[in-house]
Each structure stands twice: as C-alpha cells, then as structure tokens.
Nanobody, 117 residues
C-alpha cells in the first residue's frame, strides 16, 4: 500500500494549489477517501472526504467553499483543489481512507503547503 502526495508549495494568500495523491496496493474504488492536514504544533485535522462510488463530498468548516475534493477511480488518484488560500491553511497534507481502516497503517510523507506573503 502506498500513498504519494504531491502538488504542495509556497503560495501567497489568496492563491491556489492542486494537490494530488497517487495510490497503489489496495482496491481504490472500494474506499471512501479523505485529505487530512497537520499544522505545526497541532494534531491531524480532517479536511475533506469523498465516498467511493457516488463521489459524495464533505468538508471541514474551515475550508468549506474554498476547497474541492475529487477522485479518479481509473487513475487511483484523489485530488484537492484549494483556492483562496489563507495562512492558517499552512500544514502538511496527507490522504488516506475516510475512516479508520487497515490503510491507516500506511501513511505517505505528505505534501507541504505554506501560505505566506
């Protein structure tokens, strides 16, 4: 099982980023998935979720209206489009299953998002 996050970077407030999470080693289309983030000195926070087949999405209040999660079940990849970024979005972003599953034994290295002027 692998999760490989990419697409992070340094961006000014109000900017945009598109994060990608390429996965392998498990039946991707069977799992509800999520993006999480961990800011310096804070615990892991659930950012957005997407169900396995219907693609129903949910978002944390802190990002609602600025973030869109999507998935490509043919490419085994989940995405996070982030717009109007704020300094408080600065964190390392990870993807994994939406709920606690055996996949939680496998976390990627994450991708760093830094929002600063």
């Amino acid at each position: 099982v692998q999760f490989v996050e990419s697409g992070g970077g340094l961006v000014q407030p109000g900017g945009s980023l598109r994060l990608s999470c390429a996965t392998s080693g498990f039946p991707f289309s069977n799992y509800d998935l999520a993006w999480y983030r961990r800011a310096p000195g804070k615990g892991r926070e659930l950012v957005a979720t997407i169900t396995s087949t219907r693609g129903r999405t949910e978002y944390a209040d802190s990002v609602k209206g600025r973030v869109t999660i999507s998935r490509d079940n043919l490419k085994n990849t989940v995405y996070l489009q982030m717009n109007n970024l704020k300094p408080e979005d600065t964190a390392v972003y990870y993807c994994n299953s939406r709920t606690v599953t055996t996949l939680w034994a496998y976390w990627g290295r994450g991708t760093q998002v830094t929002v600063s002027s």
